[in-house]
């Protein structure tokens, strides 16, 4: 079996992690967190359209890592 590891946002915070994603609100703007300031739950970036501001309250990356052994296949049902 492989191995899995999860990263929260805390853990990652000296990673370089950037997220860009429309604007929950308006859905017209692109918002950009790319530093911790960006990614503090109280800051936050405000929207240049609707004037919304957007919290990353919540954010985990989950790494798996399989071991060499060649996987089986399943061969698929047929109903």
């Not at 929260?8 to 530093?35: A, N, W, Y």
């Amino acid at each position: 079996m492989g191995r899995i590891d999860k990263y929260p946002l805390e853990r990652m915070r000296d990673k370089e992690v950037k997220l860009s994603f429309h604007c929950p609100l308006c859905r017209g703007t692109r918002i950009q967190m790319s530093d911790s300031e960006d990614m503090s739950f109280w800051k936050g970036v405000r929207c240049p359209k609707c004037k919304a501001l957007v919290l990353l309250d919540n954010l985990s990356v989950t790494v798996v890592k399989e071991d060499g052994r060649a996987r089986k296949e399943i061969p698929k049902q047929t109903p």
